[in-house]
């Protein structure tokens, strides 16, 4: 089935760096890639949908030039938490679809992202 | 607005025992409803789905029943099994994906 993988699993930044995460669809080409947050104990939260070859679409309350979103090609959308800060601290998870409404999203694996 | 909810942030089963996740939604055109199972730390994981125009889907331990009228969508899992403890999000599928909040399900061996 439909894989995608995000890199890394997690991360460790001290405040003020940046930190770049990945997202790669492995067997399908997605034009469109999602990009939830999600803070403890609470729901996923989309903060863009990233679309390939044009400027991600950012959802109310989501700073875009602080999570600078690229999807360069078919196969791989980047996340980028810029000047980053404790309350960045969260799990960030990306996904896409498959193509096949039954299965709706194929979710990254995460990456919990810790800013000290 | 949240279009799906999940009242129920939380719930506990015996093993072995039947465990009814609840998921409510305000919009009657969704055309599509899937759970999603999560464990810590790592993605959702795609569980089964729903078609609107069915009332009732079945894929070994676990039903997905829909009430359209009700804007209703429950799922079954029977027999728990421990191995089943995670969080389930309900998902409603429109012009884009909605995810409800959330159960945290935990089967007790």
């Known amino acids: 089935g439909a894989v995608v993988s995000q890199h890394p699993s997690w991360v460790i930044c001290k405040s003020g760096t940046s930190v770049k995460i990945e997202c790669r669809s492995l067997d399908f080409q997605a034009t469109t890639m999602f990009w939830y947050r999600q803070f403890p104990k609470q729901s996923l939260m989309l903060m863009a949908t990233s679309n390939e070859g044009s400027k991600a679409t950012y959802e109310q309350g989501v700073e875009k030039d602080k999570f600078l979103i690229n999807h360069a090609s078919l196969t791989l959308s980047t996340l980028t938490v810029t000047s980053a800060h404790p309350e960045d601290s969260s799990f960030y998870i990306c996904?896409?679809?498959?193509?096949?409404?039954?299965?709706?999203?194929?979710f990254g694996s995460g990456t919990r992202l810790t800013v000290v | 607005d949240q279009q799906v909810k999940q009242n129920s942030p939380s719930l506990s089963v015996q093993e072995g025992r039947i465990s009814i996740l609840n998921c409510d939604y305000t919009n009657s055109m969704f055309d599509y409803f899937l759970w999603y199972k999560k464990y810590p730390a790592e993605g959702p994981t795609f569980l089964i789905s729903?078609?609107?125009?069915?009332d009732k889907n079945e894929d070994g331990r676990f039903t997905v029943f829909l009430n359209k009228s009700a804007k209703h969508l429950s799922l079954h899992i029977v027999p728990s099994q421990p191995g089943d403890s995670a969080v389930y999000f309900c998902?409603?599928?429109?012009?884009?994906?909605?995810f409800g909040t959330g159960t945290s399900l935990t089967v007790i061996p």
């Open positions: 729903i078609s609107s125009i069915k």
């Open positions: 996904s896409a679809r498959t193509g096949e409404i039954v299965y709706g999203y194929t």
């Open positions: 998902a409603a599928s429109g012009n884009q994906f909605y």
